[in-house]
Structures are given as structure tokens and as C-alpha cells.
Nanobody, 122 residues
Framework: VQLQAFGGGLVQAGGSLRLSCTAS????????MGWFRQAPGKEREFVAG????????YYANSVKGRFTISRDNARNTVNLQMNSLKPEDTAVYYC????????????????WGQGTLVTVSS
């Protein structure tokens, strides 16, 4: 499955952005989806995940209550609504797909998009 993420940009602290990721696969609903991020000089980290149906979602503690992941299987799209953004949210954000159904570890995501840059200014 090929993934393409978009929606990044420059936003002031406290602002919002909505990232989207579209998938090329006709079996998109078979995949758990996740958002990850990598800040300069840091390792890639998990941000949010969602199961195939959208019925279960998972968040890193650092974004819980501020970010919301959702998916639209009819449109092969997964979204990440980011509110109350902080400068420490600045990173390249990646979407990824996994055949492991429930909150798989990062290493179990076999398909990755190209990333979209989010910059939060203070």
C-alpha cells in the first residue's frame, strides 16, 4: 500500500492543524493505521494509532487530549486533528499502515508515507 501524507505547515503555539493521509490500497480497511513523528536530532516516536474499523484509538501521553485520530475507510483516508499545538510538537509527521490489528509496535508498521513537516512557533 502506498501512503501520502499532507497538511503540514507553520502554525503558532496554541493553534491547530489537520493532517491527512491517503492510501492507494483497495484493502485499506484491513490495515491498522498510525501517525508517528520525528523531531530534529530525535528518534521517531509514536503519536497516535487507530484500528481497522476506527473503533479503537491509541495516543502517546504527550498528545492525549489534544490530538484526535480518525479514519474514513470509504475514502482510504486517516486524519490527525492537532489542537493546542506546542513548539515541542514540531516534527516531520509520518503515517504508516500495519496488518497487525491492535496498536502494533512501530516495527510492525510495514508501509510508510513520505512525511509532512509541522512547525509550531512560540
Amino acid at each position: 500500500v502506498q501512503l501520502q501524507a499532507f497538511g503540514g505547515g507553520l502554525v503558532q503555539a496554541g493553534g491547530s492543524l489537520r493532517l491527512s493521509c491517503t492510501a492507494s490500497s483497495r484493502t485499506f480497511s484491513n490495515y491498522a493505521m498510525g501517525w508517528f513523528r520525528q523531531a530534529p536530532g530525535k528518534e521517531r516516536e509514536f503519536v497516535a494509532g487507530i484500528d481497522w474499523s476506527g473503533g479503537s484509538t491509541y495516543y502517546a501521553n504527550s498528545v492525549k487530549g489534544r490530538f484526535t485520530i480518525s479514519r474514513d475507510n470509504a475514502r482510504n483516508t486517516v486524519n490527525l486533528q492537532m489542537n493546542s499545538l506546542k513548539p515541542e510538537d514540531t516534527a516531520v509527521y509520518y503515517c504508516a499502515a500495519s496488518v497487525i490489528p491492535n496498536n502494533p509496535p512501530m516495527g510492525q508498521y510495514a508501509h510508510w508515507g513520505q512525511g509532512t513537516l509541522v512547525t509550531v512557533s512560540s
